[in-house]
């Protein structure tokens, strides 16, 4: 994915120590709450008229700042991390400026760019290394306040694990906090490379439209649910705090325009090659990922430029089933909200209003637990039973003083009905834990009725 532009530019944070594991674990790490982020790209902050011009930008970018980006973010006390790339680069001033503007809404920052300081197979030297890194000092020097991090790589080739390493170990001796994630197929891999990763991420994007690229239908939960086995991995290689990415944009495959409405319309003749997820499917992913162990779910991508809609230039070939006939309005935003004017989707309001105060509930409960999927328990204490839909999840975490945790994830398929549950004769009870509904068994069996896409945590009781 990264070769595209569009690509490049979402990958999230795989986040590293500075100095030491104590500098880390003190001031550098978001271990006290559960992280609810969002990419951007910088040029999401150049609004036409407003901040897009040298002459303006000095007096409107904070405005702009603390008036519309972090207030629209950061509604009922939702998501507290973004994640920039393009920039800014070597301007120490707006790297501040963004910041103390984030910290005015406690909101952590990671700052990104296009590729001067990325590690990819076409730049892993040693020089480019020393190169990089006498750019990202005195960035971080001069900025005061300073970002939470720097990112310094988009899905890092697993060959280049070694090199991925030195870069990570000469940043965090310099005290350089930085920041990279990890493609799918990558993780064991580079884990075993590099050591001092107390943080790490992995980003999947499940809904495809078009089948030459990815997972249609049904098989999008499941391609998004294998990253279970990649934070399985990273929690045995001692990195317990895992964050999930997942999809929160649609990418063109030909032409489009964005309406007045600021939604996309997709050209006759032309497809998508990644669909909208539904505000279901948005929480759905969150839930999964708090089912599999993660420490928090990061969303490609806040807001778009119009240009960067296109994930393919050319349209798809003639024929295709994924092709519209007609010119399609596809009814959403290019993001989780609207450019410029950032107006909330429904994928926002439904994470903002729902899911996230729901995950918020049990977060202590989450922070200080780890995935079981290399360990399940055995015998399994419950298990689905009946008519079983694409996205229903169950997953086991573990917790302090050997407390067992069941995490269970609705599909967003079912917008009727409730999940039959068969429970293991050694259950006494399943307590819900925070907004989870309380579940009463009759016999070996049970009911639970989760919203769509929804989920919750029981601690299970034998």
Known sequence: MSVRRLLCLFCLSLLLAPVSMATAQTINAPTSQFVFGVYTAWETTYIPGYTDTAANRPQNLTPFLTKTFFPVLTANNSFNLVWTTDGPEYVSAEVSQFAAAAQQYGVMVINGSDGDFYLNSSQNSNAFITSALGILGPLWTGASP???AFSIADEPPAADAKQLASYVLQAQGAGLPVTTVLAPGTPATILGSVKTLPWVSFDRYPFFSDPTSGPTGSSSYSYFLAMATDIGTAYKSGNPQVWAMGQAFQGVEGDYVINADGTVTVDAGSGLEWVMPTPAQASWQAWAAVAMGAKGIIYFTYSQIPQWVATVDKSP?????????????????????????????????????????????????????????NSPPNPTPVSFSGSKLP??????????????YLAIVSSPQRTKGAITLSVNRKVESLVPLGNAPAIVMSGRSTTL???????AVYQVIE
């Open 146 to 148: 300073q970002p939470f």
């Open 317 to 373: 070939p003639k024929g295709s089933s994924w092709v519209y006939k007609s010119s399609y309005n596809t009814g959403s935003y290019p993001g989780l909200a609207s450019f410029p004017g950032y107006v909330p989707g429904p994928q926002l309001v439904q994470l903002q209003t729902e899911t996230i105060p729901d995950i918020k509930s049990v977060e202590n409960i989450l922070l200080a637990s780890h995935t079981l999927i």
């Open 391 to 404: 996205g229903d999840y169950i997953n086991y975490l573990g917790g302090p003083n050997g407390a067992l």
């Open 449 to 455: 009725t989760l919203p769509p896409g929804g989920g």
